[in-house]
């Protein structure tokens, strides 16, 4: 298994930006449809958005963050990205990656995560 590990969340308030890091290392994104998941209080992790390993397809999971979330992978960096614009305090959840669950499987274990809270 790969590890993974996120960066860049934290505290802002409702109508700010934040851009998340997802830095892998022990195997190569490039070879995997990768995604960006959270998961709220009480509630079950979910996945926002998945990018095909070459980037061409992109899928969001809402109508809501298809229009202010951006995924964004850097194969050369091994890295992927969530730039999330126009936050909503419906946001506020620990966001994750691994690669698209709907390949079958995990292909890294997951990583601590990054707490995003945006405050009204």
């Known amino acids: 298994q790969g590890q993974l590990d996120e960066s860049g969340g934290g505290l802002v308030q409702a109508g700010g930006s934040l851009r998340l890091s997802c830095a892998a290392s022990g195997r190569n994104i490039s070879d995997y449809n990768m995604a960006w998941y959270r998961q709220a209080p009480g509630k079950e992790r979910e996945i926002v958005a998945s990018?095909?390993?070459?980037?061409?397809?992109?899928?969001y999971a809402t109508y809501s963050v298809k229009h202010r979330f951006t995924i964004i992978r850097d194969n050369d960096k091994n890295t992927l990205y969530l730039q999330m614009n126009s936050m909503e305090p419906e946001n506020t959840a620990m966001y994750y990656c691994?690669?698209?669950?709907?390949?079958?499987?995990?292909?890294?274990?997951w990583g601590q995560g990054t707490q995003v809270t945006v405050s009204s």
């Open positions: 691994n690669s698209d669950h709907h390949s079958g499987t995990y292909y890294y274990d």
């Open positions: 990018i095909s390993w070459s980037g061409a397809n992109i899928n």
